[in-house]
């Protein structure tokens, strides 16, 4: 009978200790991708039209919900790209983003998008 006790216990802290090791990697994989299609970002450009691109608008709203986190742009690494990618940088400002929240990174995959990537600053300036 003790035997079987002690068993249960080990059972239910072993599942407690492993529900805990899962809810503190959801809690540090917290960051959010949203990609911004050139097709997207060829209409012409306003402060209005800007507000309503949805990868723009959800990585703003996502940033402004967390507290310590930056938005990465992940931009093609070509000319074209950069210019993109600096643009949006600008436009981000404007919509009230400080710029030591945004971060330029070179290198998408996809030479037709820009991913806005907001997650905690720690974990994202690895």
């Known amino acids: 009978m003790k ?6 216990r080990r059972i239910s802290s072993a599942l407690i200790g492993g529900l805990l090791i899962y809810a503190a990697l959801a809690a540090a994989n917290s960051s959010r991708i949203f990609i911004l ?10 402060g209005e039209v800007i507000v309503e691109f949805e990868p723009v608008r959800a990585a703003i709203s996502y940033w402004d919900k967390m507290d310590n986190s930056i938005i990465l742009l992940r931009y093609p690494g070509e000319d074209s790209g950069e210019l993109w990618a600096a643009e949006l ?7 009230g983003v400080p710029s030591d929240s945004i971060r330029l990174v070179p ?15 720690d974990e994202l300036e690895q």
């Open 3 to 8: 035997t079987s006790r002690n068993y249960r």
């Open 89 to 95: 940088h600008d436009w981000l400002i404007s919509l």
């Open 37 to 46: 299609s050139a097709d997207e970002w060829a209409r012409p450009r306003s």
């Open 107 to 121: 290198g998408t995959q996809a030479a037709d998008e820009i991913r806005l990537i907001v997650g905690d600053r």
